[in-house]
């Protein structure tokens, strides 16, 4: 046992200083009057009991759970589609599998910033498309609104990681014996039949992985909105993470700031909770 404490010791050194240390400071925060310049007093829950007053933080939260039903279940449904047909070593699928994955390595930023361009209305690539298709009359003026500022952001995330979910659901798709499949088209199951009876069970700790990603890296969205949004227009795409930014960075107000991150923590580990629960194993 020593031994063994010795030798994941480097590890959890690490975790102490990055991230239980963080943590603890963070709740310390939260209890405090802490602004970015100038003393902390302390505070008690005061930053706590202001928080279901605040309506820039109750619109933030709701904008970022409807980013998140929404971002979810089309990543699961994309990585899927793509994970079949990446599933068998045929010719050309390295490269294909390369092709899909590359944008995942891409970060976050540089992506916004690509997208940015992409939907600009007077020099981007996507509104001469839509011209010379005759789908639009003039440029679309994409950041001016919530949802087409939200489209274009679900379209970079889809771009930028669809690759991830894709790479684990083909691992998943690639541990299933084959006479499993096999033997339930001799049974005459259909193909629909055999993937909603036999294969998306038998995938349920990849599903339950890939959507404990997916559903975490939503509630925490931050970069593209800061990017390409800036949560405009009027705050119609604010998310949590942003407000949390703004709170802490822009208004100097830290405790606050700390008070929101731990109430978000809380928020995750209640909705992954959930999510393992309902795809636990089951005998």
């Known amino acids: 046992k020593l031994t063994g404490l010795l030798l994941v010791s480097p590890a959890l050194l690490l975790v102490a200083v990055f991230f239980l240390a963080p943590l603890a400071l963070t709740v310390w925060m939260s209890l405090h009057r802490w602004p970015l310049l100038g003393t902390p007093e302390w505070s008690g829950l005061d930053n706590y009991l202001a928080i279901p007053g605040d309506k820039t933080f109750l619109g933030a939260l709701g904008y970022t759970v409807l980013y998140t039903v929404l971002i979810t279940p089309l990543l699961y449904v994309l990585g899927l589609a793509l994970a079949f047909l990446v599933r068998d070593n045929r010719p050309g699928v390295g490269l294909f599998r390369t092709v899909w994955f590359l944008p995942y390595v891409t970060g976050f930023a540089s992506a916004a910033y690509l997208f940015l361009w992409l939907f600009d209305p007077s020099v981007g690539f996507v509104d001469r498309v839509l011209t010379d298709l005759g789908l639009t009359d003039e440029p679309v003026q994409w950041m001016n609104a919530a949802g087409t500022a ?69 509630l925490l ?6 990017i390409m949004t800036n949560g405009g227009p009027a705050n119609e795409t604010l998310t949590i993470v942003h407000w949390i930014y703004n709170s802490s960075f822009a208004n100097f107000q830290l405790g606050y700031g700390s008070a929101l991150s731990v109430v978000l923590l809380l928020l995750l580990m209640a909705v992954n909770g959930v999510q393992l629960f309902l795809l636990r194993e089951r005998d």
């Open 221 to 226: 969205a931050f970069e593209q909105f800061f």
């Open 150 to 218: 939200t489209a274009a952001v679900i379209a970079m995330v889809v771009w930028k990681v669809g690759g991830f979910p894709m790479l684990l659901l083909m691992s998943g798709l690639q541990s299933i014996p084959q006479e499993i499949n096999e033997a339930a088209l001799v049974d005459g199951a259909g193909r629909w039949s055999t993937l909603f009876r036999v294969t998306l069970p038998l995938l349920r700790r990849t599903t339950a992985l890939v959507l404990v990603f997916s559903v975490s890296g939503s």
